[in-house]
Antibody, heavy 121, light 110 residues
């Protein structure tokens, strides 16, 4: 059974970098059949797609975040990561990592439990 | 990126059917069949209930059905049950390797 688990600091100072990792168990992150992604949800608000990454390292980013965003995959350690630079309070959200359905980049089938990241001084 | 437009809330009584709309543009819903729907209970991760406009993942009740016409997608839940009370999000591929979500619709089962 696939499991995804987000980890990282729950509090980040404004202007600093938000760094999260998603650990994958129960499946290979190197499978060519799936994409891995991040979705966030500010408190009480809607879901927002952040970006997707393929095991090869190719990425798709939300244009509104692209200038501050880097995603990477560590196939040897079965995890992928998110770095969001120059954060502000508007980046406060629950961050979810997810995996897509088979052979498709745009339907998130498996989700982590989510992790609240607060941006505050 | 502007979100897809969903009604903020809908309600229905147990056993009834409800439909939630999701309106996009000719650049997303109107141009691609990559529409999905997620159900989210409070404090929980979203759950995929519809993909490819109208297909259900294994294990999802056939009380959930969906369709698309032009720039609008729709989710119908028949035989409403108390556990259906949740927030529902549509999403669509928007071209140029980007994805957009709707603003979410809170379903209340009366």
């Amino acid at each position: 059974q696939l499991q995804l688990q987000e980890s990282g600091p729950g509090l980040v100072r404004p202007s600093e970098t938000l760094s999260l990792t998603c650990s994958v168990s129960g499946d290979s992150i190197t499978s060519s059949s799936y994409y891995w992604g991040w979705v966030r949800q500010p408190p009480g608000k809607a879901l927002e797609w952040i970006g997707n990454i393929y095991y090869s390292g190719s990425t798709y980013y939300n244009p509104s975040l692209k200038s501050r965003l880097t995603m990477s995959v560590d196939t040897s350690k079965t995890r992928f990561s998110l770095n969001l630079r120059s954060v502000t309070a508007t980046d406060t959200a629950v961050y979810y990592c997810a995996r897509t359905t088979y052979n498709h980049a745009w339907f998130f089938e498996y989700w982590g439990q989510g992790m609240l990241v607060t941006v505050s001084s | 990126q502007s979100a897809l437009t969903q009604p903020a809330s809908v309600s229905g009584s147990p056993g009834q059917s409800i439909t939630i709309s999701c309106t996009g543009t000719s650049s997303d819903i109107g141009d691609y069949d990559y529409v999905s729907w997620h159900q989210q209970h409070p404090g929980k991760a979203p759950k995929l209930i519809i993909l490819d406009v109208n297909n259900r993942p294994s294990g999802v009740s056939n009380r959930f059905s969906a369709s698309k016409s032009g720039n609008t997608a729709s989710l119908t839940i028949s035989g409403l049950q108390a556990d259906d009370e949740a927030t529902y999000y549509c999403s669509s591929y928007r071209g140029s390797n980007t994805l957009i979500f709707g603003g979410g619709t809170k379903l209340t089962v009366l």
